[in-house]
């Protein structure tokens, strides 16, 4: 009996170490990957670009509570969604631009996190995203589809909305409201 129990045994620890190194990064927990461009700092805000960490629409008020003082870009899009692929470069090159002085934070909709993650690798996006994979956060916002772009003034009120996919001169127009 005692030779039974040891290969059972065995077979556990076997079992449970496999399962331990084939484990990949949970949804919404922190994954490796380079840390996240912020202006500033909040206890919400994620530190690192591939973070994701799901948020509620309450989540999301409270962050931007925590930002205030700060003015803010915020990019809701989605990995499979055209448009929002198309933009993602003027996001980066603003990214470069206005880092210090602008918080950008992007809402990771309808997705899931390996296309979302798979999407802030391939536009090598360096600022932090949120994951809303039900949509809550755009439709508190009251708008319909994405990619959507809200811009914050340094007292968190929305200075402009731009739905649909951002252009150089609405992006710039809005980030020069936003820091007015």
Known sequence: MAPRHSFLTLLALAVLFGAACDRSPAEGTTSPGPPAHNA???ALLPTGVSDLPTFTPQDYQQLLTQLRGT???VNVWASWCGP???EAPL???AVERYGDRVQFVGIDILDTIGGA???IDDYDLAYPSLFDPSGAI???LGVIGQPVTVFYDADGTVV???PGQLTQTALDDG???AIA
């Open 40 to 42: 500033t700092t909040a």
């Open 71 to 73: 003015p803010v870009v």
């Open 84 to 86: 929002c692929q198309a």
């Open 91 to 93: 996001l980066h090159e």
């Open 117 to 119: 993650r798979g999407f």
């Open 138 to 140: 755009r439709d508190e």
């Open 160 to 162: 402009s909305i731009w």
């Open 175 to 177: 980030i020069g409201k």
